[in-house]
């Protein structure tokens, strides 16, 4: 039994056998072979075999995410086929008489290392390419099964890290949990792990060299603990508080359909908030009364070139009808900051989470902002769509918006296009913003607190710097005065005001929240139901606000 | 043998996907293809070395083309560079 301590992201139990993600680190055996044809013929069938595993992953690709983000793939297939590199294999092999494993390695290594030392940093990047393809053919080699194969059972995954896009290329159907070694816990794999109600530990100090796939593991998200090749009695255990677990979102369940509202009448609007079309799904499942927060950004992630207006168009619709009458808050492009696109061409930055990002982006480079207005006034005809400026810090920057409002309205009142100018309010998320709260509420129909720039930019502690968050404190009561200034703000100029970051789902606030007259909590939607309890079972009667 | 000279002009250079495509495409012709970038030369059949030299946007390249089918070849291959660096 091997248990470490580590911190908790998500809530839950799991139990299942661990899939470990070794992004090359593993050290591959070299051996002395006598028969150099079988060896050559062996690495045929592993390349022959990479090669079909890519063409089925570029083909899941294309459909989940598009033709341009799927070229990835293809292009590994291409590097597949490449004389130098299979040459060089060969050569390996015969003169050295070793096994197709280690040559394979050795190859992969010294062609990635001619890549890393290049001066341009598009191709330093592919030197990744080259070791995942190494990678994939010893996986192949050594008969270990890949995260790409539908074969794969549900498992518990254990890495080192995990990027975002690595997150995303994962059948989540098929993930229990995730433990890491790093991250953060405002990272985006955390956000993600949230979302989708998988328990997730990070910052877990284990040794990946003593941690093998096939594993048995438990991964105790309340105790924030994973305990690897578990003795009978922890697994008993660990049954027992999965049945709980079970029976807990049972009862959560029978608060579908029920409205959140205190026992002393007051009416709480509960959101979700999503980052792209396919959580709509979660959103649904767990009877959010809207989306608090559509993360516009992910359409332009993950590609190479500007999603087209049609594109945004057809995404802002299909979540609109898909919610119906039930309000839909979309963030325009929050891009900058720890989303970097290349496409954007975004000069390099020493501060970049106070750099040039989000609506700053949008006033500057306004043909993009006007493309994704456009695309959501259109789509605002088939539903229930409001619009949320990000980043706000002036009354000056709103009215600027509202030309560039005026210019989009004006083109498609001349193109005869059919449009709705929709409800628009900013999110409140820079401490200027607080402060000017009251000059701001007049110019708008709603504010939403960010509460994750809102905590990084008033207690000046970068987010994604896991060595800060002894430092961070999402509870200081600088920000607890802050959200109770943008209520009373919004208040009285008569709009409403909610919270849409992390700290709107912090169980421990949430009847602070409801006493400071926050009208709108927006949280990831495996939370909707639990605060759906936790509210009906406060007795608190501060007056509702009329909205 | 032909040749011709030609400034890319695309923002990334000889990137991944279309430096494959030119891989695809070369390996239609007999002939041998080869790019020159200042000393440094690849075969246009073979990817990774064409990634190697690195080519940038602005860069000047040396396309020679030697073979059998040069004809053909040679304006199949400019007109690949036209479209796509």
Same mark, same amino acid.
């Given at each position: 039994m091997m248990n470490f301590s580590g911190k908790s992201v998500y809530k839950g139990i799991a139990m299942g056998k661990v899939l470990l993600l070794d992004k090359g680190g593993e050290q591959v055996k070299r051996t002395h072979i006598d028969d150099i044809e079988a060896e050559k013929k062996r690495l045929e069938e592993a390349i022959e075999n990479g090669k079909s595993q890519l063409q089925q992953l570029y083909e899941k690709a294309v459909k989940e995410v598009g033709e341009a983000s799927a070229a990835i793939f293809e292009v590994h297939q291409m590097m597949m086929e490449d004389e130098d590199y299979l040459d060089a294999i060969h050569n390996m092999i015969e003169s050295e008489q070793i096994n197709a494993e280690f040559a394979v390695a050795q190859t992969g290594d010294n062609f990635s290392d001619m890549f890393a030392a290049m001066d341009d940093e598009y191709m330093r990047a592919r030197s990744a390419d080259i070791k995942d393809i190494s990678n994939r053919i010893v996986d192949n080699l050594l008969g270990k099964a890949g995260m790409?194969? !539908?074969?794969?059972?549900p498992s518990i995954i254990v890495a080192d890290d995990l990027s975002p896009s690595e997150t995303v290329q994962m059948?989540?159907?098929?993930?229990?949990a995730f433990v890491t070694v790093h991250g953060s816990t405002n990272s985006h794999t955390a956000i993600l792990a949230r979302m989708m109600n998988i328990p997730a530990l990070i910052g877990v100090p284990m040794n990946l060299e003593e941690i093998h796939s096939g594993m048995v593991a438990i991964v105790d998200g309340v105790n924030g603990e994973v305990i690897f090749e578990p003795d009978q009695e922890t697994c008993l255990t660990a049954m027992n508080k999965i049945k709980d677990q079970e029976e807990q979102r049972l009862l959560l369940e029978?608060?579908?359909? *029920?409205?959140?509202?205190?026992?002393?009448g007051r009416k709480i609007h509960l959101y979700a908030n999503i980052g792209?079309?396919?959580?709509v799904g979660y959103v649904l499942e767990n009877d959010?009364?809207?989306?608090?927060?559509?993360?516009?950004e992910f359409l332009y992630l993950g590609r190479d070139d500007f999603p087209t207006e049609e594109e945004q168009f057809n995404a802002y619709k299909t979540v609109a009808q898909t919610m119906g009458n039930k309000k839909v808050i979309i963030r325009t492009l929050d891009i900058g900051a720890d989303k970097q696109v290349d496409y954007f061409n975004l000069p390099k930055e020493e501060n970049p989470a106070m750099g040039y990002r989000a609506i700053r982006i949008c006033l500057t480079q306004t043909d993009i902002f006007k493309t994704q207005l456009r695309a959501l006034f259109r789509a605002a005809v088939y539903g229930n769509i409001s619009i949320m400026y990000p980043m706000i810090i002036s009354v000056n920057e709103v009215r600027k918006i509202k030309a560039v409002v005026a210019e989009v309205e004006k083109e498609l009142k001349e193109l005869g296009i059919d449009y709705k100018i929709p409800e628009q309010g900013i999110m409140i998320e820079t401490p200027a913003a607080v402060l000017m709260g009251d000059d701001l509420a007049k110019e708008v129909d709603f504010f939403s607190i960010g509460t994750n720039d809102l905590t990084q930019y008033t207690l000046a502690i !970068?987010? *994604?710097?896991?060595?800060?968050d002894a430092f961070? !404190?999402?509870?200081?009561p600088a920000i607890l005065k802050m959200i109770q200034m943008v209520v009373e703000s919004a208040h009285k100029a008569g709009i409403w005001a909610g919270i849409c970051g992390?700290?709107?789902?912090d169980p421990e606030l949430t009847e602070k929240f409801v006493e400071m007259g926050v009208d709108e909590l927006s949280v990831s939607p495996s939370m909707v139901l639990k605060l759906r309890k936790m509210i009906r079972d406060m007795s608190t009667t501060t007056p509702d606000f009329g909205r | 043998m032909k040749s011709f000279d030609y400034v890319i002009t695309d923002?990334?250079?000889?990137?991944a996907r279309p430096a494959g495509l030119l891989v695809k495409e070369a390996k239609k012709y007999a002939s041998k293809i080869t790019i020159k970038k200042g000393e440094k030369g690849a075969e246009a059949t073979k990817l990774m070395a064409l990634m190697g030299l690195g080519v940038k946007k602005d860069d000047t390249v040396t396309v020679e083309v030697a073979g059998d089918d040069e004809d053909q070849a040679v304006e199949a291959i400019q007109a690949f560079f036209q479209q796509n660096f």
């Open positions: 790409s194969g !539908d074969s794969m059972e059948d989540k159907e098929k993930i229990l029978s608060l579908k359909g *029920q409205e959140t509202i205190t026992k002393g792209s079309v396919s959580d959010a009364e809207g989306i608090g927060l559509f993360r516009s !970068d987010r *994604q710097n896991n060595t800060l961070f !404190d999402s509870h200081h992390e700290l709107g789902a | 923002e990334v250079g000889i990137h």
